[in-house]
C-alpha cells in the first residue's frame, strides 16, 4: 500500500514547499525527530539539485510499507542534462557548481536506501527510502 504526492520544483519557494510537505509525511509515517531531520535535509539538497543544476524537476513523496515497516519514499526526477560520470558526482567535494560537493554523498548518508539512475542527455531519476525505526 502506498500513499503519494506530487510536487513541481520550479523555483527555491517550490524547494521551501518540498521541505514542508516532506516533513509532514515524515511526522505522519512516525519518523523519529533526527530521522525527519535527516530525510527532510536529503530532501533539501535533491530538490536544490534539480533546480540548480537541471533547471527544475518534480518530485513524488510516498508513504510505502514493507511488512509492518513503515518509510517515506522520495523520487526526484528531472529532464536536465544528466550526470556523466555517476560514481564522481558521488564523491564528497566534486563539485560542478560552487557549492561544497555534498549534496549527493551527503543525501546519501542521511537516508537508508538511495538509488540514482541518470545518462548525459537523460535527465536524472533519484529515490530515498528513509524507514521508521
Keep these: 500500500m502506498t500513499t503519494s504526492d506530487e510536487l513541481p520544483i520550479k523555483s527555491n519557494s517550490d524547494v521551501v514547499l518540498v521541505r514542508q510537505h516532506v516533513r509532514t509525511a515524515a511526522v505522519n509515517v512516525g519518523l523519529s525527530l533526527v530521522d525527519?531531520?535527516?530525510?527532510?535535509?536529503?530532501?533539501?539538497?535533491?530538490?536544490?539539485?534539480?533546480?540548480?543544476?537541471?533547471?527544475?524537476?518534480?518530485?513524488?513523496?510516498?508513504?510505502?510499507?514493507?511488512?509492518?515497516?513503515?518509510?517515506l519514499r522520495l523520487a526526484f526526477s528531472d529532464d536536465g542534462p544528466g550526470i556523466p560520470d555517476i560514481e564522481q558526482a558521488l564523491t564528497d567535494g566534486w563539485t560542478t557548481g560552487g557549492g561544497l560537493g555534498l549534496g549527493l554523498s551527503g543525501s546519501r548518508r542521511l537516508v537508508d536506501e538511495f538509488d540514482l539512475r541518470s545518462a548525459p542527455g537523460e535527465g536524472t531519476l533519484v529515490t530515498v527510502t528513509k524507514w521508521a525505526r
Design 36 to 71: 525527519q531531520t535527516k530525510v527532510v535535509t536529503a530532501a533539501s539538497e535533491l530538490a536544490r539539485n534539480a533546480l540548480v543544476y537541471a533547471g527544475g524537476g518534480q518530485v513524488r513523496i510516498e508513504i510505502v510499507h514493507n511488512g509492518i515497516r513503515r518509510g
